[in-house]
């Protein structure tokens, strides 16, 4: 088995496959119920940040700022964010305002836990929401970071210990409010009362409404958080969220419960375990539902087994993306030749290998810290058929003619990005099949007989 | 609905009719308040983002370079440099040591890969704060490799857009003047303030070339490094977007003495207002029978087409919110022109003047909004019962999660809006959001059964 440790080449960096750290606390934040996403930093951060976010969801999302100016800078942002967060808590009347710091603020030093001390010791006698500080340097890790870092940091300050219940704690990271609800719908018919954090799928994709509401309905609700405390046990996912920002290993430290931690479910295999860890937890076999599901697809890869056998893929994205497209794209026959991401988990290699070594032949080229230019230097020598990712893939899609699989975040360039199903039997159902027609079109593009069958 | 206001905003709108106008505007914005603004980094990224042989270099983290990544059309006819996104990914330990030996080896190693004919290095708010010196390094780089390397005073939290705006504009500066003006025509333009999002200054400039006009400079859209060198070579600067690139209109005058004047090319009015200034200036009368020839050529069959529309857009409503002041003028002349009313109108940065002309220009009755949210935002759309926003990206979710038709006259638009064709795409993309038949199902305009009486989770 070949691993590569990868040294960076350049010291520029050309096309990011990343985001920065604050942005994946935004989202987070914003799958609490009630909750108000609050940037410490100056007015353009959370502007980029909602463009950026609405753009993929073709939702509101309204991130409150302290909106720092020059003097700001220079004498502390103390005033602004207690004057922001009096506004943002007179006007939203939220139940909870997740804080998340920015390069600009965590350089000048602002203390923000003192802050927000001072803050609640001013406001005495009012009643004041929860408040969740989660400190996001833009200029160390990435969104993914930003996100495990808001989501833990929510447990930290909510989760409290209580009578033991039933209750399953599921943290599913950053995934799609499609996968949130599949998820929703496997643990009741398993009958396991669950609480997973955080929850996207309403605030990020609700319906039409008559009125613009405030904060978004839907969202793990505080209590529910709080109730992570007494849980019979946690499953978390991500087979490289780094041990200091997982919320799993969190809640194991203080109040004892068990934790599971998966890779994303995504493929015939990541699924399987995520299923017989269902089972185990509650002593019931997995509904025929699911195990018809996970039929189909077996039937499906040998009806379509043919058409991607060996083809070669590019991988690339948030780390555990990556880990689950790998382990979903091997069981069908489809060789990854890279594995990229932005992201510096320092497990990608060893994530990649434990999903796939036992049928691939070769690892493939596996980087952490790429940008895209690196990207597309490698894909010159290793002749890609198809791209799988995110959509700012796509230039270099364009430039080598070849399909691009649109998955994760963001997807800018078509619509429906929040509905994208990734995880489960059913998920892997749907991107088997497109994956496998975006080859058969190709191919039946390139042709000039103009085949109307396979 | 009062209590969406802001207190500390009350003073930043005004309903026309109620007293006599004021509007408080040039802010900062207010802290919590989820303000629309960007911040000066953005509106220096905006202006010089379109010259498409220069490299564009982002000293800062990665989310100012990644979130401007390729964020609006800014269409080349040659050279696409400018689509690519450069940042020195700026790490802890650069926070702690200094940024400038890797932003010297990022640039070497840049101008090195790409051949450049200028570079544009940007600074963010954390390079503020460590004090890098951009300006050294920066000469630094021109030196050794023989091309501008400019640095742009963008620390986001200098300001807002605006500065931005002046930050560009003092860097642009520097290049004009560098360039040999031989064989410049006396009846020439610099066209300043357009940005070719979907290739409208492609359309201007061809106008121009009609009326026996040379255009030297594009500031930006389309634009090259040696074009806005040999700017100053022009006989007038032609300012479109005046908040953009009026300052750098201003500093030619008082640098080579050349005139400027304010122009608009969206709408059939000022499109045909602007070629005749053009043509005034140069009170030539070939000039001017080309460009009564050309006005006449365009307007034929136009009316009639837009007249189409107007029949079926009488008497609906439209909302306003833009970044720049200006765009409001036109766009409110083009919804008169189809026969609709606006009842709201409101930028990210007016000035006092530009709110001044608005209030003047509005119906009675009319919203008009400096620095506006979200929450304010959807309620004018309420109170209104408005049928089509114009705004942005950032804009587009409020108008669509109430059901309101959107029109996107920013970023991301991909047909021209611009000219006398870009009319007609107005009004075709106006008419085909307003009339669609998906109002009729939104919450808004359909007391529904009970299937439909989803309130939110």
Known sequence: MTTMTYKKKYVSTTNACKLCRPLGAMIAFRGIEGAVPFLHGSQGCATYMRRYIISHFNEPIDIASSSLGEKNAIYGGGANIKQGLSNVINKFQPSLVGIATTCLTETIGDDVHMLLHQFCAEAKGQTLPEMVHVSTPSYDGTHIEGFHGAVRAAVDSLATAGHPSETVNLLPGFISPADIRYLQEIMADFALPTVILPDISDTLDGPALRKYEMIPGGGTTINEIKSMGTAQATIEFGRTVNEKLSSGLLLNDRFDIPCTRLGLPMGLRETDLFFAELETISGKTTPEKYSRERGRYVDSFVDGHKYVFGKRA?????????????????????????????????????????????????????REGMDFFEIAEEAESLAPDLLIGHSKGYPLAKKLNIPLLRVGFPVHDRLGGQRILHLGYRGAQMLFDQIVNSVIEQKQDSSSVGYSYM | MEAVIYEERTEQIHRKGDKPFALSCDKESLAGAVSQRACVFCGSRVVLYPIADALHLVHGPIGCAVYTWDIRGALSSGPELHRLSFSTDIQERDVIFGGEQKL?????????????????????????????DLEAVCKKVSAEKGIPVLPVQSEGFKGNKRAGYAAACEAMNKLVGMGDTKGISKHSINILGDFNLAGEIWLVREYFEKIGVQVVANITGDGRVGDIQRAHGAALNLVQCSGATMDLANMMKKRFGTPNLRVSYFGVEDMAEALYAVADFFKDEEIMARTRQLVADEVKGLQAELNEYRRELTGKKAAIYVGGAFKAFSLIKAFRLLGMDVVM???????????????????????????SNPLELSSFLKEKDVDIFVGGVKERPIAYKLGVAFCDHNHERKEILAGFAGMRNFAREVHASVMSPVWRFVPRKSPGNSASAVSSA
């Open chain 1, 314 to 366: 590019i991988v690339y994205g948030e780390e555990d993306f990556v880990v689950g497209l790998t382990a979903l794209l091997v069981e069908f026959g489809i060789k990854p030749v890279l594995c990229a991401s932005g992201g510096k988990s320092g497990k990608l290699t060893a994530a990649i290998a434990a999903v796939s070594d036992d049928i691939l032949k070769e690892q493939p080229l596996v």
């Open chain 2, 104 to 132: 010297y080896q990022a640039l070497i190693e840049l101008i090195d890969r790409h051949q450049p004919k200028a570079a544009f290095v940007y600074s963010t708010c954390i390079v503020g704060i460590i004090g890098d």
């Open chain 2, 345 to 371: 109108v409101g930028s990210q940065t007016g000035t006092n003047e530009d709110y001044e002309e608005l209030a003047e220009i509005c119906d009675p009755g009319t919203i008009i909004v400096d620095d």
